[in-house]
């Protein structure tokens, strides 16, 4: 089993391990409902009695176990094997007409389906008592999805017998229409429907016989070369070619349908699969898919840059951040250099609440500084000191500042902000203040030491 695993509640892991002992016990009542009913000494009766067990009990199978619906396509193939089986035959009669003519094919896959119950039923139970008090248990994720391996069976499989269903059907009209009260010209339109099926709806026939068309040019010209059932029945009982052909599909069919049961087998224990020659199936141990880790690699890649590019833009060049003045009330009856120690009040805020966005609001979008520098290269200094952890620890002290009045403009000298940060030194500096919409902004700043 693959590393990969789905976790699951400890009540729903009891409940798999309830269901698959009852489905493990039902199985083996079934087989002996086979030998019941092969045994000589069973009178008529008897055998009534033993096909309305064997309807009940697929009855049950069917409804009452759930794990084998929401497992379908896991299971080591349980699901699929079974089907196979109950398609087989649908009476004991029938099965029990195929175990003892020795073809085997009802005792193999019987086997095989016991065998994977018996595997699941074990590796539940590990899996148990693996789980620690608390915890949910960890179930391979096979159990749930069978591997493209897997499924590529399960198509074959389907296919595989519907085919040999349609070819005795072919047999079954063949023998009624020898019957002195058959329906012949119903029998003759249901051949006609058979070999336009078999024609068009089994596409894989070629590689199922190892990618040669031997046996399927053989099927093709037993079809086409016999117009009507009274000829298909004088070639299949002949001795010469017809006859030849007619038993190289049967046991043809029967040979793909054994190898592909036994390579379901195989799946289940872990083993490499034997399939026909040409049924192109890769193994379960499928090379690294160098291909598709790139893909993965290169769209996670994108992402990466993609969310990076966001938050440069948003955090450092400040797309969709408060404009300018944003938020900042402050009440118009008062003088302009208490409205400016408002601004400044609201400058220390964003110190304390750690948030840059804030601390932008109260510069003017003209603003520049002695070097030159304007506002969107204050944000990306604020932002890598914010990053760096020390933004929220500075402090903006201005008690020991005076306010003059030049033309448009207050200054205010020394505004002091300490950086509260060892190693870090206060800056001094001269900030200009202008009205903006109504508002005074930090349009200026200079005098840093």
């Keep these: 089993m693959a590393s990969k695993c789905r976790a699951v509640p400890v009540p729903e892991l009891e409940g798999f391990e309830r269901q698959f002992r009852a489905l493990h016990k039902d199985w083996h009542y079934f087989y002996k409902l086979i030998q019941a009913y092969g045994d000589p000494r069973a009178d008529s009766e008897r055998r009534r009695a033993l096909e309305i067990a064997f309807l009940e009990l697929k009855s049950r199978i069917s409804c009452d176990y759930s794990v ?48 994977a119950l018996g595997y699941i039923r074990q590796l539940l139970r590990e899996c148990h008592q693996k789980t620690k008090p608390g915890k949910p248990a960890k179930l391979p994720v096979e159990l749930f999805a069978e591997c493209k391996t897997g499924q590529a069976i399960e198509k074959h499989s389907v296919l595989c017998r519907a085919l040999q269903a349609d070819w005795r059907r072919v047999h079954a009209l063949m023998d009624a229409y020898i019957h002195p009260q058959a329906d012949k010209r119903r029998l003759e339109e249901e051949l006609l429907e058979l070999k336009s099926k078999i024609a068009c709806e089994y596409p894989t026939l070629p590689s199922w016989f190892g990618g040669r068309d031997e046996v399927a040019v053989a ?53 490499d699969v034997a399939l026909p020659q040409g049924i192109v199936v890769q193994s379960p141990r499928r090379p690294f898919p160098v291909k598709k880790v790139l893909i993965r690699l290169s769209a996670l890649f994108l992402i990466v840059i ?14 969709g951040a408060p404009e300018a003045g944003a938020g900042i ?91 509260n940060v060892e190693g870090e030194r206060d800056l001094y500096i001269k900030m200009g203040f202008k009205q903006v919409g109504g508002k005074w902004l930090i349009s200026s700043a200079g005098g840093y030491g």
């Excluded at 089986?85 to 029938?94: H, I, M, Q, R, Y």
């Excluded at 964003?350 to 290269?377: C, H, K």
């Design 68 to 115: 084998l619906t929401a497992w379908r396509s896991g299971a080591c193939g349980i699901p699929s094997g079974i089907s196979d089986v109950f398609a087989e035959g649908t009476t004991l009669k029938s099965l029990s007409a195929d175990v003892e003519g020795g073809r085997g094919i009802i005792e193999e896959e019987w086997r095989v389906v016991d065998e």
């Design 306 to 319: 993609a969310v990076a590019t966001v938050y440069f833009l948003r955090n450092f060049v400040g797309v």
């Design 329 to 419: 009330e402050v009440s118009a009856t008062l003088e302009d250099e208490k409205q400016a120690e408002a601004v400044l009040a609201v400058m220390n805020e964003s110190f304390v609440r750690g948030d840059v966005d804030m601390f932008m609001t109260t510069i003017a979008n003209d603003f520049t500084d002695d070097e030159g520098n304007g506002r969107r290269a204050l944000r990306i200094v604020l932002q890598a000191y914010h990053t760096k952890g020390d933004f929220k620890f500075a402090r903006v002290i201005w008690s020991r500042a005076e306010f003059t009045r030049q033309d448009e403009w207050i200054y205010a000298n020394p505004v002091i902000i300490q950086a």
């Design 219 to 271: 099927l093709e010209r037993i079809l086409d070369g016999h117009s009507t059932l009274a000829s298909l029945a004088d070639g299949r009982w002949s001795n010469g070619r017809t006859h030849k052909e007619w038993r190289s599909v049967d046991e043809s069919i029967g040979e793909i349908r054994s190898r592909l049961t036994l390579a379901r087998a195989d799946l289940a224990r872990g083993k």
